[in-house]
């Protein structure tokens, strides 16, 4: 079987591959427990693996052009910072407010924080533009720095130290060195084979490659929470209720905030993205630091909601895409 074969199989039957993996994560990571603790020794390889096929594909003249437009810019900063945070006050107050404390502050920290490396990722599996979910990505994770304790102070009354090096690593990790790989590597391809022969033959096989790393990442992701999951069904019922409201209420808003914008179909799935999948890494690593216990709890959880909820976002954008333009405004 060619590789553009099996790239299309891996791409065409995502979400049966995702559920499947879901599933079998959850039974080794609770009959086998040292094997998540194992693979995680290896995210930062399945990190690399998922992204860097990506930025082979992308035009990355297309990610600079991306900070000149206003519009755009301005549109990722409103609703990843000014219209995320007050809705999950609303949202914790609806779901949490006969919880513990620290479950709410965890929800909303959660909420807070921005992007994760699974957005540019999202975004290429569902024909958005790689190079607006990069910069948008950067700049968010860049802007955390400072809006993260402003915020958590304002709706928690808790003054969080943000991690700046866990930000400025996941910044490198999901960002700079994919960056630099994948046009090092497709400088190397195009100028080894030609630019004819790289779209045909290397370019198509890319998405599949990539989401081989997916995969990867998510099967380290549930099996290490999988204990948790099949001890705490309650915590689960509540935790997939509460954020899968607020996932779909803050993409439904991005979605419409980006046709109202008269945005295109690759920069509205983009902004749409790096709004709803947040950065679980940078999340627990404050809330560990900070509060601990039950506020570790949500973005622990999370995994087991945000990848559903991302591939049913997947399947609803391809859906709504003739609603937008087909116009790539950068790149």
Same mark, same amino acid.
């Given at each position: 079987?060619?590789?553009?074969?099996?790239?299309?199989?891996?791409?065409?039957?995502? *979400?049966?591959?995702?559920?499947?993996?879901?599933?079998?994560?959850?039974?080794?990571?609770?009959?086998?427990?040292?094997?998540?603790?194992?693979?995680?020794?290896?995210?930062?390889?399945?990190?690399? +693996?998922?992204?860097?096929?990506?930025?082979?594909?992308?035009?990355?003249?297309?990610?600079?052009?991306?900070?000149?437009? *206003?519009?755009?810019?301005?549109?990722?900063?409103?609703?990843?910072?000014?219209?995320? %945070?007050p809705?999950?006050?609303?949202?914790?107050?609806?779901?949490?407010?006969?919880?513990p @404390?620290?479950?709410?502050?965890?929800?909303?920290?959660?909420?807070? !924080?921005?992007?994760?490396?699974?957005? &540019?990722? +999202?975004?290429?599996?569902? $024909?958005?533009?790689?190079?607006?979910?990069?910069?948008? =990505?950067?700049?968010?994770?860049?802007?955390?720095?400072?809006?993260?304790?402003? +915020?958590m102070? =304002?709706?928690?009354? !808790?003054?969080?130290?943000?991690?700046?090096?866990?930000?400025?690593?996941?910044?490198?990790?999901i960002?700079?060195? %994919? &960056? &630099?790989?994948?046009?090092?590597?497709?400088?190397?391809?195009?100028?080894?084979?030609?630019?004819?022969?790289?779209?045909?033959?290397?370019?198509?096989?890319?998405?599949?490659?990539?989401s081989?790393?997916?995969?990867?990442? =998510?099967?380290?992701?549930? #099996?290490?929470?999988a204990?948790?999951?099949?001890?705490? *069904?309650?915590?689960?019922?509540?935790?997939?209720?509460?954020?899968?409201?607020?996932?779909?209420?803050?993409?439904?808003?991005?979605?419409? +905030?980006?046709?109202?914008?008269?945005?295109?179909?690759?920069?509205? @799935?983009?902004? #749409?993205?790096?709004?709803?999948?947040?950065?679980?890494?940078? !999340?627990?690593? &404050?809330?560990?630091? !900070?509060?601990?216990?039950?506020?570790?709890?949500? %973005?622990a959880?999370? %995994?087991?909601?945000?990848?559903?909820?991302?591939?049913?976002?997947?399947?609803?954008?391809?859906?709504?895409?003739?609603?937008?333009?087909?116009?790539?405004?950068? $790149?």
């Amino acid at each position: 079987m060619g590789i553009q074969k099996f790239s299309k199989i891996l791409q065409k039957n995502l *979400p049966y591959f995702v559920v499947a993996t879901i599933v079998s994560a959850i039974l080794v990571g609770n009959y086998f427990p040292n094997v998540p603790k194992i693979l995680k020794g290896y995210t930062y390889i399945t990190v690399f +693996w998922m992204l860097i096929p990506m930025m082979v594909t992308a035009n990355m003249a297309g990610v600079a052009k991306v900070f000149v437009d *206003p519009k755009l810019v301005m549109s990722a900063v409103i609703l990843n910072f000014v219209i995320t %945070p007050p809705l999950g006050k609303i949202f914790a107050t609806i779901f949490y407010h006969h919880q513990p @404390v620290l479950l709410p502050v965890g929800y909303l920290l959660n909420m807070v !924080t921005p992007c994760s490396s699974m957005v &540019i990722t +999202w975004t290429a599996f569902a $024909g958005g533009s790689i190079e607006v979910a990069t910069a948008v =990505v950067a700049l968010s994770l860049l802007l955390a720095i400072g809006f993260i304790p402003v +915020w958590m102070w =304002v709706l928690t009354h !808790t003054w969080v130290n943000v991690p700046i090096g866990i930000i400025f690593k996941n910044l490198a990790i999901i960002v700079i060195i %994919p &960056i &630099i790989a994948g046009y090092i590597i497709r400088t190397i391809l195009i100028k080894k084979m030609g630019e004819k022969k790289f779209s045909s033959r290397i370019k198509p096989s890319m998405p599949g490659l990539s989401s081989l790393g997916m995969y990867a990442i =998510v099967f380290i992701a549930m #099996s290490d929470v999988a204990k948790k999951i099949i001890a705490h *069904p309650e915590y689960i019922v509540l935790i997939a209720t509460s954020m899968g409201a607020y996932y779909f209420a803050l993409w439904g808003i991005a979605i419409l +905030w980006a046709k109202v914008g008269k945005f295109s179909y690759g920069e509205a @799935v983009a902004l #749409s993205y790096s709004v709803t999948a947040k950065n679980l890494a940078i !999340t627990i690593a &404050i809330a560990i630091v !900070t509060w601990g216990g039950l506020a570790v709890l949500v %973005p622990a959880f999370d %995994p087991v909601i945000q990848v559903p909820v991302m591939m049913a976002f997947l399947y609803l954008s391809t859906k709504l895409k003739p609603l937008f333009s087909e116009k790539v405004k950068v $790149g």
